[in-house]
T-cell receptor, first 114, second 110 residues
Framework: DAGVTQSPTHLIKTRGQQVTLRCSPKSGHDTVSWYQQALGQGPQFIFQYYEEEERQRGNFPDRFSGHQFPNYSSELNVNALWLGDSALYLC?????????????FGPGTRLTVT | QKEVEQNSGPLSVPEGAIASLNCTYSDRGSQSFFWYRQYSGKSPELIMSIYSNGDKEDGRFTAQLNKASQYVSLLIRDSQPSDSATYLCAPETSFQKLVFGTGTRLLVSP
């Protein structure tokens, strides 16, 4: 049973550039949530996708946007990158197949903005 | 007041001892609670979930929940050096939205 996968593993971008991160959920899961984890901090909720719609959003600016595809995979886009966007970006999937509300994380994408 | 508070540690225990990790949360509406383990440079791994007041045991792990006190804890029995990691407490504040503490770093010495 494939777990949550994310790509790429690492990414280096320059301030002002745009980036797209990708996530495939665990088999049987239909909900994808994205989190940002800065060094030494716990993950912070960015937004969540269900049935190809953004269902809820955390306290992140509009520079952060996303998408969910019919196969439940998801993308996170960040425009106009700041140095402060450097972090580990985590995708988590959930759904009835994984227990009522349990979220399982992918390996993450380490983004460095220079 | 932070939404989720955890002692950042490090919490140092000898091998074979019981490690006790604590967490308090501010949202009285939270109904589901999760503990994740995160090794350095890796992503969080779900180790326990608890939904009702009381204790829930799974192998060497026991989660305890007291909603009236807004307190959740994780006990690790017979701690092993491989348990050395950061443990993240995460209440669910709205449907499938988790709020994380900064985590407690656990060090188990041989």
């Amino acid at each position: 049973d494939a777990g949550v996968t994310q790509s790429p593993t690492h990414l280096i971008k320059t301030r002002g550039q745009q980036v797209t991160l990708r996530c495939s959920p665990k088999s049987g899961h239909d909900t994808v949530s994205w989190y940002q984890q800065a060094l030494g901090q716990g993950p912070q909720f960015i937004f969540q996708y269900y049935e190809e719609e953004e269902r809820q959003r955390g306290n992140f600016p509009d520079r952060f946007s996303g998408h969910q595809f019919p196969n439940y995979s998801s993308e996170l886009n960040v425009n106009a990158l700041w140095l402060g966007d450097s972090a580990l970006y985590l995708c988590a999937s959930s759904g009835l197949a994984g227990g009522p509300y349990e979220q399982y994380f992918g390996p993450g994408t380490r983004l460095t903005v220079t | 007041q932070k939404e989720v508070e955890q002692n950042s540690g490090p919490l140092s225990v000898p091998e074979g001892a019981i490690a006790s990790l604590n967490c308090t949360y501010s949202d009285r509406g939270s109904q589901s609670f999760f503990w994740y383990r995160q090794y350095s440079g890796k992503s969080p791994e779900l180790i326990m979930s608890i939904y009702s007041n009381g204790d829930k045991e799974d192998g060497r792990f026991t989660a305890q929940l007291n909603k009236a006190s807004q307190y959740v804890s994780l006990l690790i029995r017979d701690s092993q050096p491989s348990d050395s990691a950061t443990y993240l407490c995460a209440p669910e504040t709205s449907f499938q939205k988790l709020v994380f503490g900064t985590g407690t770093r656990l060090l188990v010495s041989p």
